[in-house]
DNA sequence: TGTACATCAGTGAACGCGCGTTCACTGATGTAC
DNA sequence: TGTACATCAGTGAACGCGCGTTCACTGATGTAC
């Protein structure tokens, strides 16, 4: 027996995440708004009031869902950026964003339970919060490295029109929990790119594109590159 | 009377909207999967068979709401183009953009019912895909007219990386669709331009800038003025 | 190591609810002569 | 203009289904002595 752990609390352990399996395998069928327990419970062979002794309500298995999407997410978008030299911060932006993109297309209906239309009467508890800001953390932590060794325009930003005092007042909140050091314009522009990449991957994925621009590989690889210019990240020397 | 308009056709026609407008008040109570033929009887103060003499199916009725809600945020943006001058293609550009926005912000659960995650099991059949065309045709336009007026630029947008030939080929059709005689790299960047307008819009409806952007009235703002930036849509002379 | 009691996991029945859709029907509206 | 028949709109009951959640229960696992 390992010190401390129970037959309890390992079955325990273990039923706890095949209900989580089962919800998750539940959303490809359903949708997000449609999870059922019953369901879940029929999966795995369990009869439905004995889920409520592992998740007391059907929005806390909602909850968990959504954890665990955030948390898969930020895991492959950081995996990805781990896997590109630090210094070469176009390369990363663009790890970043295809992470995002290959993640979303191999988890739809994840994606969609984090990124799509609210689940009625459903408030996301205070929670999710932390996960849900891994990928911007990571995406901004790039932008701020750019900066510190110059790999990113930072006198070029400032053209464009002046920030409005209200934005800068938000601005000044989101530079100082991620991205410390950053001015305002790049940071600014870092934002939009953040909200643009994840607005393309959904509009796609919700089918926007279908008759157009899908299958939107290339349309995807170009548009990121275009945001890499707008957030003014420089093209790495060596590459 | 009427020519030829029985008092049964009259009392059908109002009938279907009412049906239809009891509809789309439900989508802001319940969301676009929840829409329940029976609750729309409800509130009419129907029995819920009658409304199967309208609408022959659930499915039906939520066909119909998605083009009404195509066409409604089609005339707005169209209206809003009409309202400035043909020429001021960065003005047109601008208010187009803000008439989404607008529109989406002022029936949110309409829009998300067409840029939201898809509702399952369900099939948006052929007819729906003239009215989702009205805003890109628009947009389109307005950037045609500006190529062809010198309003954009062209030469530099032949800048950044050459166009891979399966998107080559893509924006082949939807330049002969939409935007006869614009080059293909203005297209591109304006394709990419529409997919990132709608993109934001939903990712802010949705609550995704909920706790850093929102409420996100200049973020927007920014973000219109560097896709038109983006798309190479100067400036208006006389603005 | 062995026993007595407390804790927990899973069962099965039940409550009360809402859903889409069908069907035989009554009564009103329209049409042909 | 008046009558006879056909068409249509709306009714109310019913079918068969799935849902979230509660509750008293049995039996297994853990803990204290």
Redesign the interface.
Same mark, same amino acid.
């Given at each position: 027996m390992n010190a401390g752990v129970t037959a309890r609390e390992l079955a325990r352990a273990n039923l706890t995440q095949a209900i989580r399996d089962a919800a998750r395998g539940q959303l490809a #069928?359903?949708? &997000?708004?449609?999870l059922s327990v019953r369901a879940v419970a029929r999966e795995i062979g369990m009869v439905s009031s004995a889920v409520y002794r592992y998740f007391p309500t059907r929005d806390d298995l909602l909850t968990a869902l959504i954890v665990d999407a955030y948390n898969a997410l930020g895991a492959a978008v950081e995996r990805a950026d781990a896997g590109v030299e630090p210094d070469d911060v176009r390369g990363r932006w663009r790890a970043m964003c295809h992470a995002v993109r290959a993640w979303a297309v191999g988890h739809p209906h994840e994606y969609?339970l984090i990124?799509?239309?609210? +689940?009625?009467d459903y408030r996301a508890p205070q929670h999710t919060?932390g996960p849900a800001a891994r990928v911007p953390i990571a995406l901004f932590a790039a932008v701020q490295h750019g900066v510190s060794i110059g790999a990113v325009l930072v006198a070029d930003s400032s053209r /464009?029109?002046a920030?409005?005092a &209200?934005?800068s007042a938000?601005m000044a #909140? +989101?530079i100082a929990e991620v991205a410390p050091g950053v001015p305002e314009t790049v940071a !600014?522009?870092a &934002?939009?790119a953040w *909200?643009?990449l @994840? /607005?393309? +991957? *959904?509009? $796609?994925l919700?089918?926007?594109?279908v008759? *157009?621009?899908d299958?939107a590989?290339? @349309?995807f &690889? *170009?548009?990121v590159?275009?945001l890499a $210019? !707008?957030v003014g990240i420089r093209p790495h020397p060596t590459r």
């Amino acid at each position: 027996m390992n010190a401390g752990v129970t037959a309890r609390e390992l079955a325990r352990a273990n039923l706890t995440q095949a209900i989580r399996d089962a919800a998750r395998g539940q959303l490809a #069928v359903q949708g &997000a708004g449609h999870l059922s327990v019953r369901a879940v419970a029929r999966e795995i062979g369990m009869v439905s009031s004995a889920v409520y002794r592992y998740f007391p309500t059907r929005d806390d298995l909602l909850t968990a869902l959504i954890v665990d999407a955030y948390n898969a997410l930020g895991a492959a978008v950081e995996r990805a950026d781990a896997g590109v030299e630090p210094d070469d911060v176009r390369g990363r932006w663009r790890a970043m964003c295809h992470a995002v993109r290959a993640w979303a297309v191999g988890h739809p209906h994840e994606y969609g339970l984090i990124f799509g239309s609210p +689940v009625p009467d459903y408030r996301a508890p205070q929670h999710t919060v932390g996960p849900a800001a891994r990928v911007p953390i990571a995406l901004f932590a790039a932008v701020q490295h750019g900066v510190s060794i110059g790999a990113v325009l930072v006198a070029d930003s400032s053209r /464009g029109p002046a920030v409005p005092a &209200a934005l800068s007042a938000q601005m000044a #909140v +989101v530079i100082a929990e991620v991205a410390p050091g950053v001015p305002e314009t790049v940071a !600014l522009r870092a &934002a939009i790119a953040w *909200t643009q990449l @994840f /607005g393309m +991957v *959904t509009f $796609e994925l919700f089918g926007q594109l279908v008759g *157009t621009m899908d299958p939107a590989d290339d @349309f995807f &690889a *170009t548009s990121v590159d275009l945001l890499a $210019e !707008l957030v003014g990240i420089r093209p790495h020397p060596t590459r």
